[in-house]
Nanobody, 121 residues
């Protein structure tokens, strides 16, 4: 089982950057696949980015590709989301998620509570 705690959210102006962190507990951190999702007010949850456990391959939603970067540090049991060139449409609660390596790329089992990101125009 994995427990996830996000941090790093906040208020930023359009064009700015933020780096989100996700601290994971569990002895088999390196075997999980991790992802970031977001949910804006009144909208459904949206996939943002994912990273595999084998060779840390990454994949992104079209809306953030080229602006966001997901990474992981197995030694620190942490996953990160670097967000650059933010715009107001990126405003949402961002959540970290963990999935088993045998499941689908967008199939995640464990979820954090989320951290708020607000981008002002």
């Amino acid at each position: 089982q994995v427990q996830l705690v996000e941090s790093g959210g906040g208020l930023v102006q359009a064009g700015g950057s933020l780096r989100l962190s996700c601290a994971a507990s569990g002895r088999t951190f390196s075997t999980y696949r991790f992802g970031w999702f977001r949910q804006a007010p009144g909208q459904g949850r949206e996939f943002v980015a994912g990273i595999t456990w084998t060779n840390s391959s990454t994949y992104y939603a079209r809306s953030v590709k080229g602006r966001f970067t997901i990474s992981r540090d197995n030694a620190k049991n942490s996953v990160y989301l670097q967000m650059n060139n933010l715009n107001p449409t990126d405003t949402a609660v961002y959540s970290c998620a963990a999935g088993y390596p045998a499941s689908g790329l967008y199939d995640f089992t464990y979820w954090g509570q989320g951290t708020q990101v607000t981008v002002s125009s």
